[in-house]
């Protein structure tokens, strides 16, 4: 009888590999640019929200614990991680229950193996979306602010370079977990998500970075 991981080899098959050192229950996860990947935060029953992360192998198959951690605990969907131009990750916004929404992001370093945090958004933000924009800058629009609170119908960009915010044009609606893609054109797609009054969403709308004009 074959390991129940090979049924099915035919059309692609799972296989075992070594267990991260702590539980975790939506964690954020990222490729880094040596092919290792980068798992963050999460919650455990036990321990609540987490702040600590670990990287995976592929080569040797085994997890190593990072040194540092987050300067606040969070994790996936309330929180988003964007990958950056250069390999590093910034990890945006979430929620953390003492503090609630947090407008706090931080930047995993993957030549140093660490953590440090970045400057904050100019508000708390939890289930909004993020995507890196054509010029490396990464857009963070909608979500909502705190428990209980509106969606949101701001939207922010981060230089990596500066590592400093700024606020751009408000979407024409507010949105509460909306899907982004960065579109060839180099306009942001937003669709989608929960709208204050209606409920979940059918609509979209696109971003137009500085220099391209909406059509």
Request: hydrophobic share 45%.
């Given at each position: 009888?074959?390991?129940?991981?090979?049924?099915?080899?035919?059309?692609?098959?799972?296989?075992?590999?070594?267990?991260?050192?702590?539980?975790?229950?939506?964690?954020?996860?990222?490729?880094?640019?040596?092919?290792?990947?980068?798992?963050?935060?999460?919650?455990?029953?036990?321990?609540?929200?987490?702040?600590?992360?670990?990287?995976?192998?592929?080569?040797?198959?085994?997890?190593?614990?990072?040194?540092?951690?987050?300067?606040?605990?969070?994790?996936?969907?309330?929180?988003?991680?964007?990958?950056?131009?250069?390999?590093?990750?910034?990890?945006?916004?979430?929620?953390?229950?003492?503090?609630?929404?947090?407008?706090?992001?931080?930047?995993?370093?993957?030549?140093?193996?660490?953590?440090?945090?970045?400057?904050?958004?100019?508000?708390?933000?939890?289930?909004?979306?993020?995507?890196?924009?054509?010029?490396?800058?990464?857009?963070?629009?909608?979500?909502?602010?705190?428990?209980?609170?509106?969606?949101?119908?701001?939207?922010?960009?981060?230089?990596?370079?500066?590592?400093?915010?700024?606020?751009?044009?408000?979407?024409?609606?507010?949105?509460?977990?909306?899907?982004?893609?960065?579109?060839?054109?180099?306009?942001?797609?937003?669709?989608?998500?929960?709208?204050?009054?209606?409920?979940?969403?059918?609509?979209?709308?696109?971003f137009h970075p500085v220099g391209?004009?909406?059509?």
């Open positions: 009888m074959r390991e129940p991981w090979l049924a099915g080899a035919g059309t692609g098959r799972w296989s075992p590999t070594a267990s991260m050192a702590t539980a975790r229950s939506g964690p954020l996860a990222a490729r880094l640019p040596d092919g290792r990947v980068l798992v963050a935060g999460g919650f455990t029953f036990e321990a609540g929200t987490l702040a600590d992360a670990e990287v995976y192998d592929p080569v040797s198959e085994a997890w190593s614990p990072i040194q540092s951690r987050m300067s606040a605990p969070r994790g996936a969907p309330s929180a988003t991680a964007t990958v950056l131009p250069g390999g590093g990750i910034l990890v945006v916004g979430g929620w953390d229950r003492p503090r609630g929404c947090l407008a706090r992001a931080d930047y995993f370093d993957p030549a140093l193996g660490a953590w440090r945090a970045a400057s904050r958004m100019s508000v708390g933000r939890c289930f909004h979306a993020a995507v890196l924009t054509a010029d490396g800058s990464v857009l963070v629009a909608g979500g909502v602010s705190g428990d209980n609170e509106p969606a949101l119908s701001s939207a922010e960009l981060y230089d990596p370079v500066a590592n400093s915010w700024v606020r751009t044009a408000d979407m024409a609606e507010a949105r509460e977990a909306p899907a982004a893609a960065l579109l060839t054109s180099g306009d942001v797609l937003l669709a989608g998500g929960v709208k204050p009054g209606v409920g979940v969403s059918r609509g979209s709308e696109l391209r004009p909406p059509r």
